[in-house]
């Protein structure tokens, strides 16, 4: 028996040592697993976040075109409001699903800043349907909705802890007209 409570404290140690890493390791694999997880549900938001963005900007596209037929606009290919519906009604489809998406998995901020994007966008379209031919109107417009965007994307970033991002206020750089031919 001497032998053995000689060789017990060795036994304890391996026992010891042998119960310390496997809690090592289970802790190990809870952290690795959470991290995995919360890096699956950021892919999530951000692809839910992109879709969100995308099907607002087809309305924007689309009634950037009505107004540029309607005067109010320098889109390089004008729509006329007929030929437009069809595609507004496209865009708005599109946007109701990605809107959902976006009320189940977007933060709060992210969801207010979306909403206030998208209810310019609407008046935009209400603008465009409307045949309003007012520039001054609709720059005010594309001011409020260019701001959206951008609260928009910047609650984003924010969610997802990135850095700030571009504004996406492009300068254009000015042409001036090119002398009449003779």
Not at 64 to 78: E, F, M
Not at 101 to 114: P, R
Not at 159 to 180: F, I, M, N
């Amino acid at each position: 028996m001497s032998a053995f409570l000689q060789q017990l404290p060795a036994l304890m140690g391996v026992v010891i040592g042998a119960l310390g890493s496997y809690l090592a390791l289970v802790r190990s694999d809870q952290a690795r697993f959470r991290r995995e997880e919360a890096a699956r549900w950021e892919e999530r938001r951000l692809a839910v976040y992109s879709d969100y963005a995308r099907s607002v900007k087809r309305t924007v596209t689309v009634t950037y075109r009505v107004a540029a037929a309607l005067g109010c606009g320098t889109h390089p290919d004008p729509l006329p409001l007929d030929e437009a519906k069809p595609l507004l009604a496209e865009a708005n489809n599109g946007r109701d699903p990605s809107g959902e998406a976006l009320l189940m998995l977007g933060s709060v901020e992210v969801v207010d800043k979306g909403r206030a994007w998208v209810v310019t966008v609407m008046e935009m379209e209400r603008f465009v349907r409307g045949d309003r031919r007012d520039p001054d109107a609709w720059q005010a417009l594309l001011a409020r909705q260019r701001a959206g965007r951008e609260g928009f994307y910047t609650a984003v970033r924010q969610d997802l802890g990135l850095p700030p991002g571009h504004s996406a206020r492009w300068r254009l750089p000015v042409t001036e007209p090119a002398p009449p031919q003779r």
